[in-house]
């Protein structure tokens, strides 16, 4: 019987793991991100945007982890609790979806900077472009409700991972696109979109239901 608890245990918290990088994945889009990335860049020689690739992930997966071990300690420093919080990232969560579901094109042609400079690495490409909002509210809402010590380990290696699936896509973004094509990325922008959405209702929910216990019943 025990056994059988733990093993059930062991499934949830898988399922629960799998929701996790599904919904990250989702939100930092590496496809997305590549498009907005190859937009930055499109005046660089094919060795800067490598060099940028590289110190952009990089900056994405500091982020990431100081979210994942000091974003609890910041809701608590400033008295937010995890329903409030929970509750708000779903709605950025909704609203990131409802805006990849709404897109008609790929717009970017403003986004370019025709001036070489290593620091669009971090601001505004690491931040807040791919790593924004909605990614910092993922990981708080997922560690406030698994604030275990392998919790968190099993988080970063998710961001780990993650970033470097980010900084692979990043790294041969021209190629990709070229065997993509922009409709094929605006298809998978539909597919994250929905995802993002069930996602953040999800949260919503949860967050509802710690606000308002009685909900549960």
Known sequence: MEYIQLQ????????????????????????????????FTKNYSHHDQQKIAILSSLSVL??????????????????ITASAFKMGGALI??????????EKK??????SIGKINENIAVV???????????????????????PGFMDHMVVSLVCIFITL???IILFFAPYIVKVMGREGIKVFNKIMGMI???????????GLRILLPGLAH
């Not at 993002?196 to 949860?206: D, E, K, N, P």
Request: aromatic share 12%.
């Open 196 to 206: 993002l959405m069930a996602m953040g209702m999800q949260m919503f929910v949860s």
């Open 165 to 167: 699936l980010l900084f």
């Open 8 to 39: 059930n245990k062991g499934l949830l918290m898988f399922t629960e793991m799998l929701g996790f990088f599904i919904t990250l994945f989702a939100v930092l889009n590496p496809l997305s991100s590549m498009i907005v990335f190859l937009s």
């Open 124 to 146: 505004p490409l690491a931040m807040p472009i791919i790593a924004g909002p909605a990614a910092i509210a993922t990981i708080v809402s997922f560690v406030t409700t698994h």
């Open 62 to 79: 500091i982020i990431l982890l100081v979210v994942t071990w000091v974003g609890v300690f910041l809701l608590n420093f400033f008295g």
């Open 93 to 102: 969560l909704l609203m990131f979806g409802l805006k990849l579901l709404g």
């Open 106 to 111: 790929l717009d970017t042609e403003n986004l």
